[in-house]
């Protein structure tokens, strides 16, 4: 409905300003990852508003991952690989979303500057149990990896799961198998209590999590 009525445009450079204000603030240098729309992608003012949103936040351009669908990608390819261009230029990091689920994925991967690939869910769950799965993960990984593009595979809900995906070399995971969204109050905390320790020396382990 945003999509349709417009608003998405809106509602995209909101999520952005606050997502970099926010992430800038934080003591630790972490990366942020935002999802933008197709609409978006082809609005004129659409670089000149991420580049200010950089200037105004003062966040590096590395701490910041876009994310796109292929389905943005192909209506009008030209387009989209001049801004994708501009944007890897700026030095912001880009993943393909849904990768695997388009009938061009190849020729997409080919075009276009991807850092990431994120896989869904659909093509690994219950892959330690299910041959033909567990082939699409490994021939996705072998792909991403003859690209020289990490993968990421979404919505992990198991420990046979992320036990599967580790054996076979996926280079980042994310799900509720390591927790569900929390509000921002509750996002800063978690940021302060892992200073905490890191500065008092306890011992924190952090999977390769997106």
């Known amino acids: 409905m945003a999509e ?3 608003l998405i445009l809106g509602i995209v450079l909101w999520v952005l300003r606050t997502a970099c204000f926010e992430t800038v603030s934080w003591s630790k240098p972490l990366n942020i990852t935002v999802n933008v729309a197709s609409p978006q992608l082809a609005h004129p003012e659409f670089l000149k508003h991420l580049s200010d949103i950089l200037f105004e936040s003062q966040l590096a351009p590395k701490q910041l991952e876009l994310v796109v669908t292929e389905a ?3 209506h009008d390819q030209a387009h989209s690989q001049s801004v994708l261009n501009q944007i890897e230029d700026i030095g912001i990091l880009i993943a393909m979303d849904d990768f695997g689920t388009g009938y061009s994925s190849l020729a997409t991967l ?3 500057p991807f850092d990431k690939n994120k896989i869904d869910r659909s093509f690994f769950k219950d892959s330690h149990l299910d041959r033909r799965r567990a082939a699409i993960v490994r021939s996705n990984l072998s792909l991403g990896e003859a690209f020289g ?3 990421l595979a979404e919505g992990v809900k198991t420990k046979d799961e992320l036990n599967f995906l580790t054996a076979e070399g996926c280079d980042f995971v994310q799900g509720f198998h390591f927790g569900k969204p929390i509000s921002l109050s509750a996002t800063r905390t978690l940021v302060m209590d892992q200073d905490m320790d890191t500065a008092s020396g306890s011992p924190f382990e952090r999977r ?3």
């Open 110 to 112: 080919q075009t276009f």
């Open 208 to 210: 390769n999590c997106a």
């Open 72 to 74: 943005s990608l192909i």
């Open 4 to 6: 349709e009525s417009g």
């Open 149 to 151: 593009i990490p993968l």
